[in-house]
């Protein structure tokens, strides 16, 4: 259905072309561009593959196969952005003995350009967080944690925005309630705010303001929540807010074969995907852009 | 005349122009995405070795390999949680150091002794074989990271752990306290530290943050009327016990004695 929606999009534009008797084609104005996105989450700690014998993940994940694997696609695609959705943090003695160091140090040298904060970055306390700072080369984004009166505020932003071969790319963090999953002396000064909110005022800056082509959200709310219906979980988000593109989701370990096309408040469609965690899958979805203006409507065809 | 032609002719032109321009320059800031392509990717089977990223992390895997499988104390006997109705001995094990180093601590701090020690059947995560003893065996039983708390609890409150332990049937860790039931499973006496329970006495009670918290329904714990935290990881505290000791001290006196 989509994709026929597309295809009349096309039809017309290129009539209206015609019809106008314009000749844009002889500016070479007429581009397409693709932009990959790649993201992982709750990888936590897994540096090393899992062994050959493990009875659920045989020889799955580890930064190495990680590492090869983006190589191979960035060899293919010249245009990616490499995207984590938090608790890269605590699962192995690799947390224990080195706080982080090791896995932040290993996302700079893979390329990410930009994580949330998931639960367990705590785990060390807030300070323990702070400490690692220092190894990490991408940015840190939340835009519901209000760091102000703690030591992570000058190592967090709300949104940031990536050019990419001329597209611009919002990416905005959201991180879940600490409260009751967090002991407090943890997370100290650090405020929760509500998530629907900061992402309304997100969307109005990156889309309103910023006229981002394309918005993300790095979620760390988790998939959703059975048995707590009224708990904002990235389903929910994606339902009460808009202007969101992608949600790249973690927290509830979630194994999605494919990303989940849910609606928006405006009914268009949003792209939810997670990848389970322990870093053995991930997540790939590439964008197809084009500036032909004379498109007015909003269709778009979605290959899951 | 004519002039006056090419002026509007000019114009004309210079508008469609200008238009045109308005256009490329509304075309070359937006962008519009027409079409998504998602999939998730497993990562196996990438048989090509990436050498230099295997040796940044090389040396922090073997330091953390020969830390973790250093040997430490020796085990006489395989500590196992599935064998024991009403107790087992890693779980006599367990409560017996949780209650004994914590108390060292406890002592110090607030100048008061521990009473009795208890954690959940569900949070020993693997046996301890007969034979060497490591900081991964410690990794290995407790891989969480859960501190040691203090709770001072009233008696009537202490009489409500008792009710659990009936109603749950499991082996949980416990220390410090002797409980004697008849055949019916009715309870006969309650002894903490070789003295019969008292309701209004204050007793206190070691356990995990996790129980504290109310984990595994141990709801009885809100009841406290003071709270210490420790601020001692539970699995820092088996490494240091195993670090300060030969062979590991196995007790075998039962807890719940069903007569």
Redesign the interface.
């Known amino acids: 259905m989509k994709r026929r929606d597309f295809l009349k999009n096309t039809l017309a534009s290129s009539t209206l072309v015609g019809l106008g008797g314009l000749s844009l084609s002889s500016f070479d104005t007429l581009k397409t561009k693709k932009l990959t996105i790649l993201h992982t989450n709750d990888v936590h700690s897994h540096i090393d593959a899992f062994p050959v014998n493990h009875p659920k993940y045989p020889g799955m994940g580890g930064v190495v196969q990680r590492a090869k694997l983006i190589e191979q696609i960035k060899k293919e695609n010249s245009n990616v952005l490499l995207l984590d959705a938090g608790d890269s943090f605590q699962g192995t003695p690799y947390y224990n003995y080195y706080g982080g160091e090791l896995e932040f140090k290993l996302m700079s040298k893979l390329g990410y350009e930009a994580t949330t904060i998931g639960n367990h970055e705590f785990d060390n306390g807030i300070d323990g967080l702070a400490s690692q700072m220092q190894h990490a080369k991408f940015q840190i984004l939340s835009a519901n944690y209000d760091f102000k009166n703690t030591i992570m505020h000058p190592f967090v932003k709300p949104y940031q925005i990536f050019m990419k071969d001329g597209i611009k790319v919002g990416v905005f963090g959201l991180g879940v309630e600490l409260a009751g999953l967090v002991d407090k002396k943890m997370y100290k000064e650090t405020v929760y705010l509500d998530p629907v909110e900061t992402s309304t005022e997100m969307v109005r800056i990156l889309k309103k303001v910023e006229k981002c082509d394309l918005v993300i959200c790095l979620s760390h709310l988790g998939y959703s929540y059975n048995n707590e219906p009224n708990k904002i979980c990235d389903l929910k988000l994606a339902e009460l807010t808009q202007d969101i593109d992608l949600i790249i989701g973690g927290h509830t370990h979630t194994f999605i074969d494919k990303p989940v096309i849910a609606k928006n408040a405006i009914d268009k469609e949003v792209l939810i995907n997670q990848v389970g965690c322990f870093g053995i899958n991930l997540g790939r979805v590439d964008f197809y852009f084009d500036n032909d203006s004379s498109i007015v409507a909003n269709g778009k065809s979605i290959l899951v | 005349m004519r002039n006056l032609k090419n002026k509007i002719n000019f114009i004309k032109h210079l508008t469609v122009f200008t238009f045109?321009f308005l256009?490329?320059l509304?075309?070359?800031?937006?962008?519009?995405?027409?079409?998504?392509?998602?999939?998730?990717?497993?990562?196996?089977?990438?048989q090509?070795?990436?050498s230099t990223?295997?040796a940044?992390?090389a040396p922090?895997?073997s330091?953390?390999n020969k830390?973790?499988d250093s040997i430490l104390a020796y085990c006489p006997e395989t500590l196992d949680k599935s064998k024991g109705e009403w107790q087992t001995n890693i779980g006599n094990f367990m409560a017996d150091v949780c209650m004994k180093e914590s108390n060292i601590i406890f002592e110090k701090r607030y100048g008061k002794s521990i009473d009795i020690c208890i954690l959940n059947h569900g949070g020993i995560r693997s046996i301890i074989p007969k034979g060497n003893v490591t900081t991964r065996t410690a990794?290995e039983v407790m891989p969480f990271?859960n501190n040691m708390v203090v709770l001072a609890l009233k008696g009537k409150t202490v009489r409500e752990i008792v009710n659990y332990l009936l109603v749950e049937k499991k082996p949980h860790p416990l220390s410090g306290m002797e409980l004697i039931l008849d055949k019916q499973l009715q309870i006969k006496s309650i002894s903490i530290q070789n003295q019969l329970l008292e309701d209004d006495k204050t007793y206190y009670v070691a356990t995990s943050?996790y129980l504290a918290n109310g984990g595994d329904n141990m709801v009885f714990f809100k009841e406290n009327i003071r709270f210490f935290d420790l601020e001692y990881k539970i699995r820092n505290l088996l490494i240091d016990y195993f670090k300060k000791v030969d062979t590991l001290e196995i007790s075998t006196k039962p807890r719940i004695i069903v007569e």
């Open positions: 045109l256009l490329l509304g075309c070359k800031t937006s962008y519009h995405n027409y079409k998504v392509e998602g999939k998730q990717i497993p990562i196996v089977n990438l090509e070795d990436h990223l295997d940044f992390i922090y895997r330091h953390i830390d973790l990794f990271e943050d």
